[in-house]
């Protein structure tokens, strides 16, 4: 499976996906990204230990992925306009 690791600091404060340590805003995080899998993965220092040290001072997470979102169907909207059905 390609998946993607590449530091990042938290745009704003959250809780690492290994162990649910909270971590604060411009904590640097591991992002995991997955073939296939949508939602990133993040790891604080706490599981993957310490952010290499050239690692910029701020960056904004996920800065770009809007460009890779793919629209939104509205099947499942309409699927749920006929449920009102009296058996
Ligand atoms: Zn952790």
Redesign the pocket.
């Known amino acids: 499976m390609i998946h993607n690791r590449e530091w990042q600091r938290l745009a704003v404060a959250g809780f ?1 996906g ?4 909270a971590l604060d805003a411009d904590a640097p995080v591991l992002v995991i990204t997955l073939a296939g899998i949508k939602r990133p993965r993040i ?2 220092e ?2 993957i230990g310490q952010a290499p040290p050239e690692l910029p001072a701020r960056v904004v997470l996920h800065e770009g992925t809007t460009k890779t979102i793919k629209p939104i169907r509205k099947t499942a909207t309409q699927f749920a306009g006929r449920i009102w059905k009296h058996g």
């Open positions: 690492c290994g162990c649910g340590a790891r604080g706490c599981c």
